[in-house]
């Protein structure tokens, strides 16, 4: 079934329904079950892992396993990154390319794509992702047993009802300490909260009316962005430690230059959308999406 709530069913078998079935997606891939390569597999179970976290926050006020369950996730997602990190700095680095050829067209940054790619098949091996990918699957596996014993304290809207505000309000603080301090790293914490709203959006997904599907809309294109300046710095660390290992200095300050180019870019464009998004007051949030919630169940 699709990653939202549906109408005919309570909320507390909503919410498990769908950790169930991405936890079962997420530890199917990484088993060798789908036809997919092992990157697919992997790109695959972490954004499945990201949804199942994601709805945990939502619940988490009526979930006393939220905590817990949430850390183990977090650590299984963290020993399958590196795999994936490898393969999106190489990405990232041809985006970059791509967007400003006339700067960086022929043989120029030729040295940085090489250095990657090096370090891509040093990351990337069989005898290394082997093992790691199978114990990220058995951890799944463990998890989504655990999961058949989960219980809410509530039903109905006032079981997601503070995870929702709470969200919403952390991504307002968010955005506040972005704009004051600019740091890749609270962008970064930035998009973290605006990715976790856009998953409680998509669960929401049944209550939106044709003209809040913007609304959704703005916030992937948000992600999008903030998420293209985070593999950007990404990029850029992984040249600056060694520098040497990429090439010519010339190819280099060319890297870093244009890699400041295009985050000065996007960051112009992230900021403000994400200012209209959160320009509403937390409660005030809660209470439209509360209305809205009580027509789509016709409460009212």
């Keep these: 079934m699709p990653y939202r709530l549906e ?8 919410l ?13 891939r990484l088993s060798g079950k789908n036809e997919t390569s092992r990157d697919e597999a992997i790109h695959s179970a972490r954004k499945s892992i990201k949804k199942v976290r994601a709805t945990l926050r939502l619940a988490r006020r009526d979930m006393g396993e939220s905590p817990r369950e949430h850390a183990r996730l977090r650590d299984t997602a963290a020993r399958i990154s590196e795999f994936r990190d490898a393969l999106v700095v190489i990405a990232t680095f041809d985006e970059l ?3 400003y050829r006339r700067e960086a067209g022929g043989t120029k940054l030729r040295s940085i794509r090489a250095g990657l790619t090096r370090r891509r098949r040093e990351a990337s091996s069989e005898e290394d992702t082997g093992p790691v990918v199978k114990a990220a699957a058995e951890a799944l596996q463990k998890t989504s ?3 058949a014993k989960w219980r809410l304290k509530s039903e109905g809207f006032a079981a997601i009802a503070p995870g929702l505000e709470e969200t919403y309000r952390a991504g307002r603080r968010a955005l506040a300490a972005a704009r004051k301090d600019g740091s890749a790293e609270k962008l970064h914490q930035l998009r973290k909260r605006v990715k976790d709203h856009w998953y409680h959006v998509r669960l929401l ?3 939106w009316a044709e003209m809040m599907d913007a609304y959704e809309k703005s916030l992937k294109d948000l992600e999008d962005w903030l998420g293209e300046d985070h593999n950007l710095t990404v990029l850029r660390d992984k040249i600056a430690v060694e520098p040497g290992f990429y090439g010519k200095q010339p190819d280099v300050a060319l890297a870093f230059d244009l890699i400041s180019r295009c985050q000065k870019e996007l960051r112009e464009k992230a900021l403000p959308l994400a200012e209209r998004i959160y320009e509403e ?3 005030e949030f809660t209470r439209r999406i509360k209305r ?5 169940q016709g409460e009212v």
Excluded: H, Y
């Design 7 to 14: 109408r005919e069913e309570t909320v507390s078998a909503g």
């Design 16 to 28: 498990k329904r769908v950790v169930c079935e991405q936890i079962e997606s997420a530890s199917d």
């Design 97 to 99: 390319k791509k967007k």
């Design 145 to 147: 047993k655990r999961v």
């Design 205 to 207: 997904e049944g209550l």
């Design 281 to 283: 007051k937390p409660r």
């Design 292 to 296: 809205l919630w009580n027509i789509w």
